[in-house]
C-alpha cells in the first residue's frame, strides 16, 4: 500500500473514502484517518480521479 493522501482534515477523508469504496478500492486510512494508502500501482490515477471530483478541498495539495 502507497500513500494516496495525507494531512486530511475529516470531510475530505470522509469523501474520499466513499469515492474510493465506490470504486471499489481497497484502503487503509492511519494516523487517525488523516492518511489514506491505497495500492501502489493505483495512486497515480485515483489522485487524477479525485482531482476530477475536485478533491480534496484543503489541507493536501495534489493534482489541482
Same mark, same amino acid.
Given at each position: 500500500? /502507497? #500513500? #494516496? @493522501? /495525507?494531512? *486530511?482534515? &475529516? &470531510?475530505? /477523508?470522509?469523501? =474520499? ?5 465506490? *470504486? !471499489?478500492?481497497? @484502503? ?6 488523516? %492518511? =489514506?494508502?491505497?495500492? %501502489?500501482?493505483?495512486?497515480?490515477? #485515483?489522485?487524477? !480521479?479525485? !482531482?476530477?471530483?475536485? *478533491?480534496? &478541498?484543503?489541507? /493536501?495539495?495534489? @493534482?489541482?
Amino acid at each position: 500500500m /502507497s #500513500l #494516496l @493522501y /495525507s494531512n *486530511l482534515d &475529516t &470531510t475530505d /477523508s470522509g469523501r =474520499i473514502v466513499a469515492k474510493l469504496e465506490s *470504486l !471499489a478500492v481497497p @484502503y487503509e486510512l492511519r494516523g487517525d484517518g488523516t %492518511q =489514506i494508502f491505497v495500492p %501502489q500501482d493505483r495512486v497515480l490515477r #485515483l489522485r487524477m !480521479a479525485m !482531482a476530477e471530483d475536485g *478533491l480534496p &478541498t484543503g489541507g /493536501s495539495v495534489g @493534482y489541482e
